[in-house]
């Protein structure tokens, strides 16, 4: 879960590198570094922390050079410090940097170190350089030694490479990590993410698994898996560097939980044909194999989990589908069994999450015949394995707790349950009472955001907590999975969550008037037995914070506080009151001091098991 960033010019790359880490720092930022060739000689700096402590160190020490590699790294083995950042060098005619695990580091160690290389990290990454560099003993050409090392190398890399003998080439390989090239005029550039390009250029060649690229001022060369030439196509981003700014936001996270109305709309966008939902949205064969489905299967992590889990009460509710939704971490340890007519669902937000990945691949061994991805970014390695795709269109989303994708991929979810529900019990008068519904959503999203000033000041009860309870019934239990979460991602509060219902089989041990139980009552059937639960808690003492339905009667007492949000359907209830979740959470990080963007010990994409 590292950001790469590389580049080839016939100008000085340093400020582009440092520009494309300071892009990508949303990846890791335990510690970063960049190199360069110059004068025959690698120049590196490594800092701990930020990219600010790189950029600050480079001021006092400036290096220039036409080609270099970058890297912000979050630390999988070894702790963060100036050894383990990245670039790594051997006998200073190597750099690389490295984005992944390599699992077999520990036997390549042992073989190097019996053939006299020295270590001076604690990474998996080390291996890599003294494995080019030990087949750089018969040739200084280094696409040559790197072709070779990777065949000894098991687990996912991204790398880019560059040689003291080799100046005037970059090196860029791929193998179950993101990795794209992009395009100037005459100078060539590599990131993890097209995000980090985009001062630079709009357009990106994105690398396959196996491939090894080698890059010259002049011209590309990509080779795949089996050694041959091929022509990767060249796409055209749409994004511009304007886009993943912070504008007049003081945080990525307020700006992108301010953008959901308009990113619902765009979620939306295209995906109706005369009022109604068009198949093809999710794939030119979507409809024929919707025809075959029997039962969807959802595979996600962490936000995009909730999100799922939210969607099985629609598709069991509304469609009378059967829906299982599971942790892809965990799915493949336990020998599921799948039926060959289950749609196999994946979630995330970047496409590149390797344990989801992981999941569908399991999936498809065991016999799975059709995927759908729900990802936010098209050129993904989620959205190239799967059968069929529906983008969430939500923009870019660099705060590390993810706020629009959530809301977005629950659009495209409902938009799911209508193309499933048709060929089961979902007729045509609810699938257009369900679009309109969906249609209206950006207007409630944007009365509820006028609750901000409201839940700032609420957010000054929580200066000293350190424990806080989240309570939902049906589908806003997974809304108080995911309020919890975000409280506890940047805010570093302890919080859990539990269905209402469960109080009285343990959490109301923990209920004392220093505990806030923040609980979601949306006017739908289970409101009064919620109601219920809510005395229990008040009885004991707890300070209960109420997220209501407006048009319900209820006023503060000396533990209750009441939150009006706008009265809404039942089925859309989990978007709207996600919102009030998420500006608490925010609101809370910001009064404590916290790194709103990028909490500690976590990084937006994670790429690694």
Same mark, same amino acid.
């Given at each position: 879960?590292?950001?790469?960033?590389?580049?080839?010019?016939?100008?000085?790359?340093?400020?582009?590198?440092?520009?494309?880490?300071?892009?990508?720092?949303?990846?890791?930022?335990?510690s970063?570094?960049?190199?360069?060739?110059?004068?025959?000689?690698?120049?590196?700096?490594?800092?701990?922390?930020?990219?600010?402590?790189?950029?600050?160190?480079?001021?006092?020490?400036?290096?220039?050079?036409?080609?270099?590699?970058?890297?912000?790294?979050w630390?999988?083995?070894?702790?963060?410090?100036?050894?383990?950042?990245?670039?790594?060098?051997?006998?200073?005619?190597?750099?690389?940097?490295?984005?992944?695990?390599?699992?077999?580091?520990?036997?390549?160690?042992?073989?190097?170190?019996?053939?006299?290389?020295?270590?001076?990290?604690?990474?998996?990454?080390?291996?890599?350089?003294?494995?080019?560099?030990?087949?750089?003993?018969?040739?200084?050409?280094?696409?040559?030694?790197?072709?070779?090392?990777?065949?000894?190398?098991?687990?996912?890399?991204?790398?880019?490479?560059?040689?003291?003998?080799?100046?005037?080439?970059?090196?860029?390989?791929?193998?179950?990590?993101?990795?794209?090239?992009?395009?100037?005029?005459?100078?060539?550039?590599?990131?993890?993410?097209?995000?980090?390009?985009?001062?630079?250029?709009?357009?990106?060649?994105?690398?396959?698994d196996?491939d090894?690229?080698?890059l010259?001022?002049?011209k590309?060369?990509?080779?795949?898996?089996?050694?041959?030439?091929v022509?990767?196509p060249?796409?055209?981003?749409?994004?511009?560097?304007?886009?993943?700014?912070?504008?007049?936001?003081?945080?990525?996270?307020?700006?992108?939980?301010?953008?959901?109305p308009?990113?619902?709309?765009?979620?939306?966008?295209?995906?109706?044909?005369d009022?109604?939902?068009?198949?093809?949205?999710?794939?030119?064969?979507?409809?024929?194999?919707?025809?075959?489905?029997?039962?969807?299967?959802?595979?996600?992590?962490?936000?995009?989990?909730?999100?799922?889990?939210?969607?099985?009460?629609?598709?069991?509710?509304?469609?009378?589908?059967?829906?299982?939704?599971?942790?892809?971490?965990?799915?493949?340890?336990?020998?599921?069994?799948?039926?060959?007519?289950?749609?196999?669902?994946?979630?995330?937000?970047?496409?590149?999450?390797?344990?989801?990945?992981?999941?569908?691949?399991?999936?498809?061994?065991?016999?799975?015949?059709?995927?759908?991805?729900?990802?936010?970014?098209?050129?993904?390695?989620?959205?190239?394995?799967?059968?069929?795709?529906?983008?969430?269109?939500?923009?870019?989303?660099?705060?590390?707790?993810?706020?629009?994708?959530?809301?977005?991929?629950?659009?495209?979810?409902?938009?799911?349950?209508?193309?499933?529900?048709?060929?089961?019990?979902?007729?045509?008068?609810?699938?257009?009472?369900?679009?309109?519904?969906?249609?209206?959503?950006?207007k409630?999203?944007?009365?509820?955001?006028q609750?901000?000033?409201?839940?700032?000041?609420?957010?000054?009860?929580?200066?000293?907590?350190?424990?806080?309870?989240?309570?939902?019934?049906?589908?806003?239990?997974?809304?108080a999975?995911?309020?919890?979460?975000?409280?506890?991602?940047?805010?570093?509060?302890?919080?859990? !969550? *539990?269905?209402?219902?469960? +109080? $009285?089989?343990?959490?109301?041990?923990?209920?004392? #008037?220093?505990?806030?139980?923040? =609980? /979601?009552?949306?006017?739908?059937?289970?409101?009064?037995?919620?109601?219920?639960?809510?005395?229990?808690?008040s009885?004991?003492?707890?300070?209960?914070?109420?997220?209501?339905?407006?048009?319900?009667?209820?006023?503060?007492?000396?533990?209750?506080?009441?939150?009006?949000?706008?009265?809404?359907?039942?089925?859309?209830?989990?978007?709207?009151?996600?919102?009030?979740?998420?500006?608490? !959470? *925010?609101?809370?990080?910001? +009064? $404590?001091?916290?790194?709103?963007?990028?909490?500690? #010990?976590?990084?937006?994409?994670? =790429? /690694?098991?």
């Amino acid at each position: 879960m590292c950001g790469i960033v590389g580049a080839i010019s016939q100008r000085d790359t340093v400020p582009i590198l440092l520009e494309g880490l300071s892009r990508l720092e949303y990846r890791g930022y335990d510690s970063s570094g960049l190199a360069v060739i110059a004068d025959q000689q690698i120049h590196r700096n490594r800092q701990i922390g930020k990219v600010s402590q790189l950029r600050a160190a480079l001021l006092n020490n400036p290096f220039q050079g036409q080609v270099g590699i970058a890297h912000t790294r979050w630390a999988t083995h070894g702790k963060p410090s100036i050894e383990n950042a990245h670039p790594h060098i051997c006998q200073n005619r190597v750099a690389i940097v490295h984005n992944g695990i390599i699992e077999n580091h520990e036997p390549l160690r042992k073989k190097q170190q019996q053939l006299g290389y020295s270590f001076n990290s604690e990474t998996d990454s080390e291996v890599i350089v003294n494995e080019i560099v030990h087949h750089m003993a018969d040739s200084t050409n280094c696409i040559v030694a790197v072709k070779e090392a990777v065949k000894h190398l098991t687990g996912a890399y991204a790398l880019g490479v560059i040689a003291r003998e080799d100046p005037e080439t970059l090196i860029a390989c791929r193998n179950g990590s993101p990795l794209v090239i992009g395009i100037g005029i005459g100078e060539y550039f590599i990131a993890s993410d097209i995000a980090a390009l985009l001062p630079v250029t709009q357009r990106f060649i994105f690398l396959e698994d196996g491939d090894v690229a080698e890059l010259n001022c002049e011209k590309i060369t990509i080779f795949n898996a089996q050694d041959e030439p091929v022509d990767r196509p060249i796409q055209e981003s749409k994004l511009n560097a304007d886009t993943v700014g912070k504008g007049s936001f003081r945080h990525f996270m307020l700006k992108e939980i301010y953008e959901q109305p308009q990113a619902i709309e765009q979620a939306l966008a295209g995906r109706l044909l005369d009022g109604r939902l068009n198949e093809c949205s999710f794939g030119h064969n979507a409809s024929e194999i919707f025809n075959q489905i029997k039962s969807v299967q959802i595979l996600a992590c962490g936000t995009s989990y909730h999100a799922g889990l939210v969607a099985r009460y629609w598709f069991e509710k509304l469609a009378r589908v059967p829906c299982s939704v599971e942790v892809a971490s965990e799915f493949r340890y336990r020998y599921p069994i799948i039926d060959k007519d289950t749609l196999i669902v994946t979630l995330s937000q970047s496409g590149e999450t390797a344990d989801t990945l992981a999941a569908l691949q399991e999936a498809k061994r065991l016999g799975a015949a059709n995927s759908l991805a729900i990802c936010n970014v098209p050129e993904s390695s989620l959205v190239r394995a799967s059968d069929l795709v529906m983008l969430t269109n939500a923009g870019p989303e660099i705060g590390v707790a993810s706020t629009k994708a959530f809301t977005t991929q629950l659009v495209v979810l409902y938009l799911l349950v209508i193309a499933i529900g048709r060929r089961f019990d979902l007729d045509e008068k609810t699938e257009l009472k369900i679009l309109s519904e969906l249609m209206e959503l950006p207007k409630y999203i944007t009365r509820v955001l006028q609750l901000d000033d409201e839940i700032k000041q609420l957010a000054e009860r929580f200066s000293d907590k350190k424990n806080a309870l989240f309570l939902g019934r049906g589908s806003q239990f997974p809304v108080a999975m995911e309020g919890a979460l975000k409280l506890k991602e940047i805010s570093y509060i302890h919080a859990e !969550a *539990y269905p209402a219902g469960e +109080l $009285k089989h343990g959490p109301l041990a923990l209920i004392d #008037n220093a505990m806030p139980v923040i =609980t /979601v009552a949306p006017n739908n059937s289970l409101l009064q037995k919620l109601r219920s639960n809510i005395q229990e808690v008040s009885a004991r003492g707890g300070q209960l914070i109420v997220f209501m339905d407006e048009d319900l009667p209820a006023t503060n007492d000396q533990n209750v506080t009441i939150i009006k949000v706008a009265s809404v359907v039942n089925e859309l209830a989990p978007f709207v009151y996600t919102i009030p979740l998420q500006l608490l !959470a *925010y609101h809370v990080a910001v +009064l $404590k001091g916290t790194d709103v963007d990028q909490p500690r #010990n976590l990084a937006k994409s994670v =790429t /690694v098991e």
